[in-house]
């Protein structure tokens, strides 16, 4: 059975770090593209960023191009989210998700399997 647990979330003021994690287990997904995603209150799910299976190359939406930079452990079969200069309005619950091809889609619904969410507050 897959699943995927994120952790890494909190609350942090606006300016600062978090770090976000996304274990996999049940399946090996090196090959396989993986991407986070968030949803805000009232919102829909958004594409946050995205990268490619194997060595990975990485895509990001705009609004945190520059800031969020999105890595992958295969070793591990985790993916990483490095938050920095977060701002208010990056406040969401934010999802990791696997897609069962080497590409990155940013629709949400490419992706067969998601984690639960790990919610990420940036207070101004």
């Known amino acids: 059975q897959v699943q995927l647990v994120e952790s890494g979330g909190g609350l942090v003021q606006a300016g600062g770090s978090l770090r976000l994690s996304c274990a996999a287990s049940?399946?090996?997904?090196?090959?396989?593209?993986m991407g986070w995603f968030r949803q805000a209150p009232g919102k829909e799910r958004e594409f946050v960023a995205g990268?490619?299976?194997?060595?990975?190359?990485?895509y990001y939406s705009d609004s945190v191009k520059g800031r969020f930079t999105i890595s992958r452990d295969n070793a591990k079969n985790t993916v990483y989210l490095q938050m920095n200069s977060l701002k208010p309005e990056d406040t969401a619950v934010y999802y990791c998700?696997?897609?069962?091809?080497?590409?990155?889609?940013?629709?949400?619904?490419?992706?067969?399997?998601w984690g639960q969410g790990t919610q990420v507050t940036v207070s101004s």
């Open positions: 990268i490619t299976g194997g060595a990975g190359t990485t």
């Open positions: 998700a696997v897609q069962p091809k080497y590409w990155v889609a940013m629709n949400p619904s490419s992706y067969d399997y």
């Open positions: 049940g399946r090996t997904f090196s090959n396989y593209a």
